[in-house]
């Protein structure tokens, strides 16, 4: 390769990349890609970038699921990369899913990261705030919101607060501004019978678990728990 790196584009490349790297900004950002549960995602200024926690959930939601091979519906709210939705289509060959997103810079990336990984057929992205678009009865409601307080927004390491899109992660004073508005609609969305599963923000178990009891769901015991031991993924069942 002595001759790609004598080119000048190349060099002028690479430079680029340092400085960004300087600057803070996540490898998987310059790169505009990161993989997640095995799939490659493209990522863009409107989708967060797919962390390793978030694959809790999906295991959490394949592990509540009775039969993964059952004709289901998924719905996957706030869907950024469309990372979540994209993993549980590959482990429910029959499953059809939709996804929702209030960007739409996020819901062009959702889709074109379903189709990248051949799931375009059997998922739909909608531009929405929640679920309010959507006739609802799902059998699998998914969602990792955003759950960030306004004061800890500002503590965040440069990475995450400068180069992440701030809609996708702030979530008002007591961090729980989304899950108060997914939650009082989980009855509508959530067909009897049917799983919610929502990733949490490290010490907001309890707060969430109350919210969904209180809309009318059964939280199906402790949340899963994520690499670092941290409660990740709570589980709920619409009886």
Same mark, same amino acid.
């Given at each position: 390769?002595?001759?790609?790196? @004598?080119? $000048? ?33 493209? =990522?863009?200024?409107?989708? =967060?970038? +797919?962390?390793? %926690? ?12 009775? !039969?993964?091979?059952? $004709?289901?519906?998924?719905? !996957?709210?706030? /869907?950024? /990369?469309?990372? &979540? ?15 929702? !997103?209030? *960007? ?11 189709? =990248? ?14 679920? /309010? ?5 799902? %059998?699998?409601?998914? *969602?990792? $919101?955003?759950?960030?307080? *306004?004061?800890?927004? #500002?503590? #965040?390491? !440069? ?5 992440? +899109? ?18 009082? %609609?989980? +009855?509508? #969305?959530?067909?009897?019978?049917? &799983? ?20 009318? =769901?059964?939280?199906?015991? +402790?949340?899963?728990? %994520?690499?670092? @031991?941290? $409660?990740?993924? #709570? ?5």
């Amino acid at each position: 390769g002595g001759e790609a790196t @004598g080119r $000048p584009e190349a060099k002028e490349m690479a430079r680029a990349f340092a400085e960004r790297r300087v600057g803070g900004e996540p490898v998987a950002r310059t790169r505009g890609r990161r993989e997640f549960w095995s799939l490659d995602l493209h =990522l863009s200024p409107e989708t =967060l970038v +797919p962390r390793p %926690d978030t694959e809790t959930l999906v295991e959490a939601a394949l592990a509540a699921l009775p !039969d993964r091979n059952a $004709p289901l519906t998924i719905l !996957d709210l706030g /869907t950024g /990369t469309g990372a &979540i939705l994209a993993a549980l289509l590959v482990e429910c060959p029959n499953a059809t899913g939709t996804a929702v !997103d209030r *960007s739409e810079g996020a819901a062009l990336t959702a889709r074109a990261n379903l189709a =990248l990984n051949g799931l375009a057929a059997r998922a739909h992205v909608v531009v929405g705030d929640w679920g /309010t678009a959507l006739a609802g009865g799902f %059998d699998l409601v998914v *969602s990792n $919101p955003p759950y960030i307080t *306004s004061s800890a927004m #500002l503590e #965040l390491p !440069d990475e995450v607060r400068l180069h992440d +899109p701030h809609l996708a992660l702030e979530a008002g004073a007591d961090g729980l501004l989304a899950y108060r508005a997914i939650a009082a %609609d989980l +009855p509508r #969305l959530v067909r009897p019978g049917g &799983i919610a599963v929502l990733e949490l923000g490290a010490g907001q178990e309890q707060a969430v678990s109350e919210r969904v009891a209180a809309a009318g =769901l059964e939280v199906a015991g +402790p949340a899963r728990r %994520d690499l670092a @031991g941290i $409660p990740r993924a #709570l589980v709920a069942i619409r009886r």
